[in-house]
């Protein structure tokens, strides 16, 4: 079994500048992601026959640190929360969920933090949670200040590999629930790996971001 963690690099901050000064990349066209370990812009397979968005999918819940097995497909770890504290921002508040997925089957996965996350905040989806450019330049500058190697999730997962990444949300101050939903087989299936956040169990960084 192979393992790798996202590697550290500029791609990410590169990406958003290509799309603009808007504030979420949710508008970056067709949503094409960098892979930290190629030159090249990677982006979801997106079949001609997509299912329906509105279809029933299954539901599968978990909380931080108990690892989800999809169907025997892929295993999934939320392993821990960071939350990035900073006294002068009032308004809002940026998590960086660190996950874990093992890709057991004999087929890439896709796996795109814009296409393959989606947050819900007190029981509504939260539609730029996940796609906010200012939690992405928040987790780099953590990352590369804790002189971690950690990277968001946006490239395919290869058979039998396992991949360690974070979703970063950025969030209102004030919320009761909080549930990352993953979404293993975008396109093909509405089955939604749901993984509550309990506030108690978050991690805090207090030094200020440089």
């Known amino acids: 079994m192979k393992t790798r963690l996202l590697r550290t690099g500029a791609a990410l901050l590169l ?23 190629t030159s090249e812009a990677w982006s ?57 997925i093992v890709n057991h089957t004999d ?21 730029g949670v996940v796609s906010d450019i200012r939690a992405g330049i928040s987790a780099r500058k953590y990352y590369t200040q804790t002189q971690s190697s950690l990277q968001s999730f946006n490239q395919a997962i290869q058979p039998g590999e396992t991949l360690t990444g974070y979703v970063a949300m950025y969030l209102p101050t004030a919320w009761k629930s909080l549930t990352l939903c993953y979404i293993p087989y975008k396109y093909y299936s509405n089955d939604n790996l749901n993984f509550s956040i309990d506030e108690t169990k978050l991690v805090h960084y207090t030094e200020a971001l440089r």
């Open 15 to 37: 990406s958003a500048v290509l799309c603009g000064s808007a504030l979420s990349l949710a508008g970056c066209g067709n949503k094409i992601s960098h892979n930290p370990n």
């Open 44 to 100: 979801p397979n997106v079949p001609d026959s997509k299912i329906d968005e509105n279809a029933p999918g299954k539901q599968y819940d978990t909380v931080i640190g108990s690892p989800l097995d999809y169907e025997g497909k892929i295993t999934v770890t939320l392993d821990r929360v960071v939350e990035l504290d900073d006294a002068a921002n009032t308004a809002n508040r940026v998590l960086l969920a660190e996950m874990t």
């Open 107 to 127: 087929k890439e996965l896709d796996c795109s933090t814009l296409t393959h996350f989606v947050a819900y905040v007190d029981d509504e989806k939260a539609g």
